[in-house]
């Protein structure tokens, strides 16, 4: 009698509400907006009260290692992985990740470019940008006009050191310039590949022997470790991206070359001392203007290990989506928007009215060409990488030696002479050669 009367209460229970939401994990790096992303989390699930988020948030060099350990083992730990365009063509090959089949309201063709292009393999796209990125200088206007200091849209390097002597006060906690000094394939090593490629340098000739030795890779070097110890501030070798942010904002730095985001934010009075003091040109040139500032995407992607993939799909729709865009200008204002995606964005007045940097972004962002990124050939895709999977140890090991040169443990020449070992190691053992 009791288990009869029970019954119509369970049958109950079990029709109220959404019975089992699924809980999608999501990998994702600790930049600004992606934060803000996750910030926005109430509008999606709202959307969709089936799906809930799980956010696993980590430093650049973390995540990179996190999330090509879980695909590479088939771990299955995420359901949504924020990766970029050196892993996406060389995933989506191996067939580690899912086609992204967005529907028509999506509008793919709206993508930039070299957006698409970047993140797809045979036509097919395997990761959606989230936002995309070149790089350029940044600099600090009153410093560079008290100076008497006029940069042309594309400075040469000797002028950006020039200015970094005039401009460095570091008596009232000024620095010259702040570059990038952290190891890391996508950290240091992102930053200086340009320069070596603008002093006529490359990774690799055309039988994919490592050139780390040559002329064009020490003279950059040379250049880079003299620029930063004499006018970039104090443990240089430690700074990444977020790390130059926060002295950027502070006013404590008198130029910056780094990627084109980092505008959105050191142009914020919200968090920028210096906000109405920024302007910008392209990144600098030496022996030639080919590979002198990067390309890349943050893009949002789903491993094939994933058990959900509608609702993973479900969620990159929402995240890079046009209506996104319009979300965050909505809650943040327009020049707080992710840039570099979409062509609408930059055709958009409210958003080029907001963002005093928009043009020279995209001028950046488009002069970037991936397939042709070096003065002499090379066998490789890429501007800032090369898009083979070696490159990743290569890199780590690589920006390592450099690293410790800026710290000044150990000569320019000598770090050069590990790292060509090191990548002489890595290629034989890919039998690129013997």
């Known amino acids: 009698m009791k288990l009869k009367a029970a019954l119509p209460m369970l049958a109950g229970l079990c029709l109220a509400g959404p019975a089992f939401a699924v809980d999608l994990v999501i990998a994702t790096v600790n930049n600004g907006h992606m934060i ?6 109430p509008h999606f699930e709202k959307a969709h009260p089936d799906i809930k988020l799980k956010w696993v948030t980590l430093e650049e ?29 060389i995933w989506g090959k191996k067939g580690w990740l899912k086609e992204l089949k967005p529907d028509a309201s999506y509008d793919v063709d709206d993508l930039l470019p070299a957006m698409r292009n970047g993140l797809s393999v045979d036509g097919k796209l395997y990761a959606a940008p989230f936002y995309g990125e070149s790089s350029m200088l940044m600099y600090r206007k009153d410093l560079t006009d008290k100076a008497g200091i006029k940069f042309a849209e594309r400075p040469t390097w000797e002028q950006v050191r020039d200015a970094a002597a005039k401009i460095h006060d570091p008596k009232s906690g000024v620095y010259g310039i702040c570059l990038r000094g952290k190891p890391g394939w996508g950290d240091n090593m992102a930053f200086i590949t340009t320069m070596v490629n603008s002093f006529g340098g490359q990774w690799f000739d055309m039988s994919w022997k490592p050139q780390l030795e040559s002329k064009p890779w020490k003279d ?31 006013g404590k730095c008198g130029m910056w070359i780094d990627a084109t985001i980092a505008t959105s934010f ?24 080919k590979g002198a500032n990067w390309l890349w995407a943050w893009a949002l992607a789903i491993p094939a290990g994933t058990k959900h993939t509608a609702e993973a799909q479900k969620f990159i729709t929402w995240a890079t989506s046009k ?45 970037a060409n991936p397939n042709d990124s070096t003065l002499p050939k090379s066998p490789y895709v890429g ?52």
């Open 323 to 367: 209506d996104y865009v319009n979300l965050v200008a909505k809650e943040k204002g327009w020049a707080a928007v992710p840039t570099g995606t979409r062509k609408s964005t930059y055709a958009n007045p409210e958003f080029l009215k907001a963002a005093v940097f928009a043009e020279a972004e995209k001028k950046a962002i488009d002069s």
């Open 220 to 250: 950059a070097i040379k250049f880079y470790v003299e620029l930063l110890t004499k006018y970039g501030p104090p443990g240089s070798s430690a700074n990444s991206f977020n790390e130059i942010l926060a002295l950027y904002n502070e």
């Open 266 to 289: 050191i142009t914020d009075p919200k968090q920028s001392k210096v906000a109405d003091k920024v302007a910008f040109a392209q990144g600098p040139t030496m022996a030639t203007d």
């Open 61 to 89: 060099g973390t995540l990179r290692s996190r999330v090509t350990t879980d695909i590479a083992t088939k771990g299955g730990q995420f359901d949504v992985m924020t990766i970029g365009m050196y892993e996406t063509p």
């Open 383 to 434: 501007v800032q990488f090369a898009a083979i999977p070696e490159f990743q140890a290569i890199g780590i090991a690589v920006g390592q030696q450099m690293s410790a040169a800026l710290a000044g443990k150990v000569s320019v020449d000598q770090a050069l002479k590990t790292a060509q070992v090191a990548a002489d190691r890595e290629m034989r053992k890919g039998g690129y050669y013997k």
């Open 36 to 41: 803000e992303m996750q910030k926005l989390t």
